[in-house]
């Protein structure tokens, strides 16, 4: 079936550090893939999305590219500030049925 | 900025009680998710709505569960009776076009936080 494997958490880094965060899936056909991220208190709202092999997602200084070789979609950042804590979520919406799977998240601390 | 809301944002009950939820999805808005995140765990998929019409309820536990979205706005979720394992966070969510689609942005509301004692 189709689903969503992210690196397990918490991960904390100091200020201005580089992230990663490991997304795979496995799904059938080819589906759109996106990052959602939840900050304290808040629902989750989306980060960047995909929708295609080898497209970029970018937004606020994240970026993710679509790996159909390797099933990754992993999260990347050159430069994490304190207010980028959060929960962030990969997830994937398939071709059949547009149902959206979810990964089990990873929370990002970020100390000054 | 539109925004999803739901009501209430915190709601304690014992177990064989009846609950509900409450959400109102951004104006315009066809698609609406009902998902449950359990503690350190992803969303879960409750019920997809297009307009009034479910379009997706396979993961709806319907001997307890129910779900509707009468006039194709807000909607409201309701649990009775409330089991222990029901504690959770139930999210709301809506998007533009029908059907959800495979590109469609989904925006969330907080959420309402249940504790079944």
């Known amino acids: 079936g189709n689903s969503v494997t992210q690196m397990e958490g918490p991960v904390t880094l100091s200020e201005e550090a580089f992230l990663t965060i490991n997304c795979t899936y496995t799904?059938?056909?080819?589906?759109?893939l996106f990052w959602y991220v939840q900050y304290p208190g808040e629902g989750l709202q989306l980060l960047l999305k995909a929708t295609k092999a080898d497209d970029k997602g970018s937004n606020k200084g994240f970026e993710a590219t679509y790996r159909k070789e390797t099933t990754s979609f992993h999260l990347e950042k050159g430069s994490v500030q304190v207010s980028d804590s959060a929960v962030y979520f990969c997830a994937l919406v398939h071709t059949g049925g547009f149902k959206t799977i979810f990964g089990a998240g990873t929370r990002l601390f970020v100390k000054a | 900025e539109a925004e999803v809301a739901q009501s209430p944002r915190y709601k304690i009950t014992e177990k064989s009680q009846a609950v509900a939820f409450w959400c109102d999805p951004i104006s315009g808005h066809a698609t609406l998710y009902w998902y449950r995140q359990i503690l350190g765990q992803g969303p879960e998929l409750l019920v997809q709505?297009?307009?009034?019409?479910?379009?997706?309820d396979s993961q709806l536990p319907k001997d307890r569960f129910s779900a509707e979205r009468l006039k194709g706005v807000d909607s409201t979720l309701k649990i009775q009776p409330a089991e222990l394992g029901d504690s959770a966070m139930y999210l709301c969510?809506?998007?533009?076009?029908?059907?959800?689609?495979?590109?469609?942005?989904?925006?969330f509301g907080p959420g309402t936080r249940l504790t079944v004692l």
């Open positions: 799904a059938t056909g080819y589906p759109s």
């Open positions: 969510a809506s998007s533009l076009a029908p059907a959800g689609g495979l590109t469609d942005t989904q925006y």
């Open positions: 709505f297009q307009d009034e019409s479910v379009v997706d």
